[in-house]
């Protein structure tokens, strides 16, 4: 039973577990297997003392299929099976007088945990399930044997207020500047009350995205009115934004599926909102076709993101990994104002939508848009830059993970591949230099011929057989972080120079659709490997062409279709199918998926 004056019961009904007390671990395992096998289970020792959110981290986190805390530990439905072994073993152990195994192999700085959960999770972990331990801070969490010990436990648990530091933990560790500073510090409360009233972190989300297209629609409108409506409004679902990830890391209520939402939505509300802005400059007076900067600024977002996720998944396990810039971007961290300085220069996602808002309102879609490009641009130079000079600076083998999400990133098609069985001369800089070349001649072919010309055509023949010999020995170079990034330039540029060039009513706007249904195509790749369920099968890349196929496809269209509405068509029912095809396959993906819960913190960017 617990100590007198516990309240250990009504903490753990609180937090949802159904409370059942066991005399010994063979009564323990008795109740466990009459425990529904789809349910979470959790053993806490009964002189338990410590704040309700030191439980709530260490018994409800939903990513771990086991974690722990001083006398307390749960497990998911996947180790049950392990946590009733490591029971029979700690029993046995006990009863023979034998040392647990594990027992004395904990951290120097952390007592040995002698209750009967931290026994049995000495167990699991020597048996291959890690058991998770979180950081408490300042929260309290310990089994008192003594009266002075329980003393001081309780006067510990008095001196903090958990609740704030359950605030405070809700805020992301690293945000930019202005969300930091001017959506943070009330967002959490929003974030609070919506977790007291019930409502989950992917309904924050799905209400963050209609907000967003409320705005696109207001800015579609083309009126001044319409224009300050959605500069408030795109601002407001920034603050629903930054409250669904407080709300799941208050409510711990991180889930696969909410990743994906909370990613996806990002880019749909930003294009969305490209979108209407592009539309709402139409129907001003005089009309104002700003469709090419629309699709440019969302061409160069989609880039430089690519060149994050290449970069961070070549990186995230390199063997040996040292660099002097690294080294340097340290040490400028501890300096203060450089820290904000840094993150504001690459124009995060608060930075960039709060720009947009009030550039929104007080000016014209066309200034928008160039503000963005230039921004963007600066920003792009700044963070490449940067990347560049530690991959050249660093010593670090690559490993075959980074290698293979490198070559899941390129979106290699089965004209590609077929190429890329002829195997490219070695080199450390072979493979970006031939993606870099076969992806400038595309795009400067694209922005040079002649609407109906068929060098587009040649050009794109000869892109595929660099890009397929880019891909035909494993990413594992210093620079081969590079090659899925000219990739998207390459592919996404000449949907835009030959669209643009063309003079085809509509087909810009077209092309639009089309950038964005691929994009969609290249970040859901993204999340599947941070999800860490590899690529999307291959008979989807073969049935979308992969890169280099619908750049030729697109060249073939420009080339073919000359009549004056034809390229829309094509570029129309392109961008449709592409859309169908990815989204309908990854729904149903995500739905089913068997991916562990996560809570992405996403870029910054």
């Not at 009126?223 to 300050?228: D, E, H, K, Q, S």
């Not at 690529?535 to 062409?545: K, N």
């Amino acid at each position: 039973m617990p100590v007198p004056g516990s309240s250990i019961e009504d903490d753990l009904r609180a937090l949802g577990f159904d409370v059942r007390t066991a005399a010994d671990a063979g009564e323990a395992a008795a109740l466990l297997g009459a425990v529904p096998p789809s349910h979470r289970v959790a053993l806490v020792d009964p002189r338990f003392v410590g704040h309700v959110h030191a439980l709530r981290l260490g018994l409800t986190d939903p990513r771990f299929a086991a974690a722990g805390l001083p006398g307390a530990l749960t497990v998911q439905p996947d180790a049950r099976a392990a946590l009733l072994r490591a029971m029979d073993r700690t029993a046995a152990a006990v009863g023979a007088g034998r040392p647990v195994a594990g027992a004395g192999d904990g951290a120097p700085d952390q007592p040995e945990d002698r209750t009967v959960p931290g026994r049995i999770a000495l167990v699991l972990e020597a048996e291959g399930t890690p058991v998770q331990r979180p950081e408490l801070g300042s929260l309290t969490a310990t089994v008192p044997t003594t009266p002075e010990e329980l003393a001081a436990a309780r006067s510990a648990v008095a001196a903090v207020d958990d609740e704030a530091v359950r605030l405070r933990s809700a805020v992301k560790a690293h945000d930019g500047f202005f969300t930091t500073h001017f959506i943070s510090p009330y967002s959490r409360y929003i974030a609070r009350w919506c977790a007291r009233r019930g409502l989950t972190p992917n309904q924050v989300t799905t209400a963050s995205l209609i907000t967003a297209l409320v705005a696109a629609g207001c800015a579609a409108t083309g009126t001044r009115a319409g224009f300050v409506a959605a500069g408030l409004l795109l601002l407001f679902s920034f603050v629903l934004d930054c409250t669904d990830g407080q709300l799941a890391r208050y409510s711990l209520q991180y889930s696969t599926m909410g990743a994906w939402l909370d990613a996806t939505f990002d880019r749909a509300k930003e294009y969305a909102y490209y979108a209407g802005l592009a539309i709402g400059a139409s129907h001003m007076g005089g009309g104002d076709d700003v469709w090419a900067l629309a699709l440019g600024a969302m061409v160069l977002q989609a880039c430089r993101h690519v060149v994050d996720f290449s970069f961070n998944e070549a990186n995230h396990d390199a063997v040996s990994n040292t660099s002097p810039t690294a080294a340097l971007s340290d040490r400028l961290d501890s300096v203060g104002w450089t820290v904000w300085l840094r993150r504001m220069i690459v124009l995060p996602i608060g930075e960039r939508w709060a720009m947009i808002a009030v550039l929104t309102a007080v000016t014209t879609p066309r200034i928008v848009f160039y503000a963005l490009l230039v921004g963007c641009s600066l920003a792009a130079c700044y963070t490449t830059a940067g990347r560049l000079l530690r991959s050249l600076t660093r010593k670090a083998r690559r490993t075959d993970r980074a290698a293979r999400a490198l070559a899941d990133l390129a979106d290699s098609g089965p004209l590609a591949r077929a190429v890329a069985v002829v195997r490219r001369p070695g080199g450390g800089f072979t493979a970006p230099l031939l993606a870099l070349v076969g992806s400038g001649l595309m795009i400067a072919t694209a922005l040079a011929a002649p609407y109906g010309s068929w060098w587009p055509v040649a050009a794109a023949g000869v892109y595929t057989l660099f890009a397929g010999l880019a891909v035909s020995r494993p990413l594992k170079g210093a620079l081969d972080w590079l090659v899925p990034p000219f990739f998207r330039a390459a592919e996404y540029c000449t949907v835009l120079a030959l669209a643009a060039r063309s003079g085809v009513p509509h087909a810009v706007p077209a092309a639009f659709g089309l950038v964005a249904a691929v994009a969609y195509h290249h970040y859901d790749t993204v999340y599947r490997i941070r999800g860490g369920t590899g690529a999307p099968p291959q008979w989807l890349v073969r049935t979308v062409l992969g890169h280099e196929g619908r750049t030729l496809v697109v060249a073939l269209f420009a080339a073919v279709l000359t009549t004056r509405t034809s390229f829309t068509t094509a570029l129309t029912a392109l961008a449709v199918a592409v859309a169908l095809v990815v989204a309908v396959e990854s729904i149903r993906f995500w739905v089913s998926s068997s991916a562990p819960a996560v809570h992405d913190e996403g870029e910054l960017a």
